[in-house]
């Protein structure tokens, strides 16, 4: 069990919902692992067609809390009109922040999450920034009003899994009351395990189950591996 923004999610796996082979293996996928949260992109679905109006169906049903994310902005007026968007679209106010500051390893331009942060949390928005472990930007995104920090462990997409442990230990010990999330970057069920035990209260990832093999069963892997890193810290 898990607490953001005074909401408890069951689960500390939180899933994509892109890249899938099709709605069926995505549904699949949830089902088996049990995951909590699914992150939706408001710009790379249509809302209004009949495909898009099917996605959004299928996501309803999965029963699971819908994190929608402004993912493919660049700029913070990008990032704040997709997340307006996605407060009408969901009527939820949490929203997975995303202000993209380089085109090529997909790392957040932190001046324009900052700003955006702001932004929306005046707005009355609950932000999940998705961020570096860069501790000052990470003081900056608290004080800006965020109640959750989504450090990546490595570039989107990438699998490379926890690329600066030092850097990770060193946020969570600095912020050891609030829920911190691995957002991206991870590739095998063992670096999902690791985050557990460095402390991290949830794990994020897309491309590792969707593009799998098998996606039903690598999501399951994750949720399993999960539970085995955080029995190992609570022990």
Same mark, same amino acid.
């Given at each position: 069990?898990?607490?953001?923004?005074?909401?408890?999610?069951?689960?500390?796996?939180?899933?994509?919902?892109?890249?899938?082979?099709?709605?069926?293996?995505?549904?699949?996928?949830?089902?088996?692992?049990?995951?909590?949260? @699914?992150?939706?992109?408001?710009?790379?679905?249509?809302?209004?067609?009949? @495909?898009?109006?099917?996605?959004?169906?299928?996501?309803?049903?999965?029963?699971?809390?819908?994190?929608?994310?402004?993912?493919?902005?660049?700029?913070?007026?990008? @990032?704040?009109?997709?997340?307006?968007?996605?407060?009408?679209?969901?009527?939820?106010?949490?929203?997975?922040?995303?202000?993209?500051?380089?085109?090529?390893?997909?790392?957040?331009?932190?001046?324009?999450?900052?700003?955006?942060?702001?932004?929306?949390?005046?707005?009355?928005?609950?932000?999940?920034?998705?961020?570096?472990?860069?501790?000052?930007?990470?003081?900056?995104?608290?004080?800006?009003?965020?109640?959750?920090?989504?450090?990546?462990?490595?570039?989107?997409?990438?699998?490379?899994?926890?690329?600066?442990?030092?850097?990770?230990?060193?946020?969570?010990?600095?912020?050891?009351?609030?829920?911190?999330?691995?957002?991206?970057?991870?590739?095998?069920?063992?670096?999902?395990?690791? @985050?557990?035990?460095?402390?991290?209260?949830?794990?994020?990832?897309?491309?590792?189950?969707?593009?799998?093999?098998?996606?039903?069963?690598?999501?399951?892997?994750?949720?399993?591996?999960?539970?085995?890193?955080?029995?190992?810290?609570?022990?």
């Amino acid at each position: 069990m898990v607490t953001f923004y005074g909401t408890e999610v069951s689960s500390r796996l939180m899933l994509g919902t892109a890249l899938y082979p099709s709605p069926a293996i995505l549904e699949q996928a949830f089902r088996r692992s049990g995951a909590g949260i @699914a992150t939706v992109s408001v710009r790379r679905e249509a809302g209004t067609d009949r @495909a898009g109006s099917a996605f959004w169906d299928l996501v309803r049903q999965l029963g699971v809390k819908v994190l929608p994310n402004t993912a493919g902005c660049h700029s913070v007026r990008e @990032a704040v009109t997709t997340a307006q968007m996605a407060r009408e679209l969901f009527d939820t106010n949490w929203v997975k922040l995303e202000v993209i500051g380089h085109a090529d390893t997909l790392q957040p331009d932190p001046f324009g999450l900052v700003e955006a942060a702001r932004i929306l949390t005046d707005d009355g928005f609950q932000v999940f920034p998705y961020c570096t472990e860069d501790l000052v930007l990470c003081e900056r995104l608290v004080e800006a009003g965020c109640r959750v920090l989504m450090p990546w462990g490595a570039p989107i997409g990438t699998g490379l899994g926890l690329n600066n442990i030092y850097g990770l230990r060193s946020l969570r010990a600095h912020f050891p009351d609030l829920p911190l999330v691995v957002d991206a970057g991870l590739g095998m069920p063992s670096q999902a395990a690791h @985050a557990m035990e460095l402390g991290y209260d949830a794990v994020l990832l897309n491309t590792a189950v969707a593009k799998a093999g098998d996606p039903a069963a690598m999501a399951e892997g994750f949720a399993r591996a999960l539970e085995a890193g955080r029995l190992g810290v609570e022990a």
